[in-house]
C-alpha cells in the first residue's frame, strides 16, 4: 500500500540532581524531580522569548520557535552541566542541530515542560547524555518533511511493519526516492553519534504506532491537521545514547487526547501503548 498527502496536513534555581546519569527510562521513581519542575517554573514566568539564561547561567529558557538567523550566544554562555528547559515546536532544522550539538558539548541536562513537537522533538530529546520530559508535558514526532515532499509507507530497517516517511511527491507509485540533500546529510550524521540501533530510524516508530498509522483514514486525516505520535520510553533505551525519564508517561489515548486539547495543540496525537 503506498499512500501520498501533502506536507499541509496537518526565579527558583536549584541543585541538579546527580542520579539522572544512571536512571532509566522505566526507574523515574528514582529521581527526584523537583528541581526540574522548579526550573520549568522559572522558564514560564516573565523572562525573554525565545532564549533566557538564568542570574547564575545554569538554566537556560527555550520558549518558541528558533528562526534561521537566531544568535545563539546565550547558549554557549550557558554553564556546563546546567539545564537547557525547551517548550517548543522547534525551528530551522540546520540550527536546531547546532544547538543539540551544543548542548551535548556542554554536557547540559535537556528538561522538557508542556510540549516538544516537530524539530524539538527531532534534536533536542537526543540532544545531549540525560532528558527530563516532566509530568504532562507531551512529546511527539512527524515525519521530516520539505517542500515537494509527500508521505508513503515504506519498507522499514528493522523488517518490523511498514513505516511512514517521506519521498517526492509524484502521481505513481513507481517513484525514485527523493536524492539526498544538505539537511538530509546533517541528520543523517547528527543520528550516527546517537543511535545504538543500526535500525534506529527517525522520526521513531514503534510497530504499535505503525499498524495504526497504516489503518488511518488518510482523507479524514487531511482535514483534522497534523498527525504525530509518541514513542513509548520502553523502546528508547536500545534505540539511542540518551537517557530519557518521563516524569510520568500517559497511560491511554484518553489522556493523550485530553493533554492536546489542554495544550491548545491542532494535531491528532497517536499514542504509543
Known amino acids: ?52 539564561l538564568s542570574v547564575d547561567q545554569r538554566i537556560l529558557c527555550f520558549d518558541g520557535y528558533l528562526p534561521a538567523d537566531q544568535d545563539l550566544s546565550l547558549v554557549e554562555r550557558l554553564q556546563p552541566g546546567g539545564l537547557f528547559v525547551a517548550h517548543s515546536s522547534g525551528g530551522d532544522d540546520a540550527l536546531m542541530m547546532k544547538l543539540a550539538d ?6 547540559v541536562t535537556v528538561v522538557i515542560y508542556g510540549y516538544c513537537l516537530f524539530s524539538c522533538a527531532d534534536y533536542l530529546v537526543m540532544a545531549s547524555a540525560r ?32 513505516r511512514l516517511d517521506i519521498s517526492r511527491c509524484a502521481g505513481d507509485e513507481d517513484i525514485l526516492l527523493r536524492p539526498i540533500g544538505r539537511i538530509d546529510q546533517l541528520r543523517m550524521k547528527f543520528m550516527w553519534t546517537r543511535r545504538v540501533s543500526a535500525t534506529f530510524e527517525m522520526p521513531p516508530q514503534s510497530a504499535s504506532v505503525r499498524k495504526v498509522l497504516y489503518r488511518i483514514d488518510w482523507a479524514r486525516a487531511h482535514r483534522m491537521g497534523y498527525v504525530m505520535w509518541l514513542w513509548h520510553p520502553r523502546y528508547q533505551p536500545s534505540a539511542v545514547k540518551t537517557k ?15 493533554l492536546a486539547v489542554r495544550l491548545r495543540l491542532g494535531a491528532w496525537f497517536i499514542y504509543d501503548p
Open 244 to 258: 530519557i525519564v518521563y516524569e510520568a508517561y500517559p497511560e491511554s489515548q484518553e489522556e493523550v487526547t485530553a
Open 131 to 162: 532528558t527530563v520530559v516532566l509530568k504532562d508535558a507531551l512529546v511527539a514526532w512527524t515525519p521530516f518533511a520539505d517542500k515537494g515532499d509527500c508521505l508513503r509507507f515504506v519498507p522499514a530497517l528493522d523488517d518490523g511493519p511498514l
Open 102 to 107: 551544543l548542548l551535548r558539548e556542554l554536557d
Open 1 to 52: 500500500m503506498i499512500l501520498f498527502f501533502g506536507v499541509g496536513l496537518i526565579a527558583v534555581i536549584a541543585a541538579i540532581p546527580s542520579n539522572i546519569g544512571t536512571a532509566r527510562a522505566d526507574d523515574a521513581r528514582l529521581l527526584d524531580f523537583g528541581p526540574y519542575r522548579a526550573a520549568a517554573e522559572y522558564c514560564r514566568d516573565d523572562v525573554a522569548r525565545p532564549l533566557a
